[in-house]
């Protein structure tokens, strides 16, 4: 059984950046995909997908998020990392990560105020 832990979330100004990582408890060099959603206020049944990344380092983002946010893994440590730069308030969310369709972080808020 796999358990993911976020950390680095937070509350930044417009334009600032922030460091999410998911650290997993077990090995996910094996699981192919990895990712982040999130859940923005007042959307409790909406998630968008930010970003994924697959076990050889393929990555896919959301055209919301493309050219500041960057998504990678490291799989000797078992985490992978959201990198959010020039952060804007429609980026405030709960950030869940994911590793493969099983396994689920708790989430960690992130909120950028203008």
């Known amino acids: 059984q796999v358990q993911l832990v976020e950390s680095g979330g937070g509350s930044v100004q417009a334009g600032g950046s922030l460091r999410l990582s998911c650290a997993a408890s077990?090995?996910?060099?094996?699981?192919?995909?990895a990712g982040w959603y999130r859940q923005a206020p007042g959307k409790q049944r909406e998630r968008e997908l930010v970003?994924?990344?697959?076990?050889?380092?393929?990555?896919n983002y959301a055209d919301s998020v493309k050219g500041r946010f960057t998504i990678s893994r490291d799989n000797a440590k078992n985490t992978v990392y959201l990198q959010m730069n020039s952060l804007k308030p429609e980026d405030t969310a709960v950030y869940y990560c994911?590793?493969?369709?099983?396994?689920w972080g708790q989430g960690i808020q992130v909120t950028v105020s203008s």
């Open positions: 077990g090995s996910i060099s094996s699981i192919n995909v």
């Open positions: 994911f590793s493969g369709s099983n396994y």
């Open positions: 970003a994924v990344i697959t076990s050889g380092g393929t990555t």
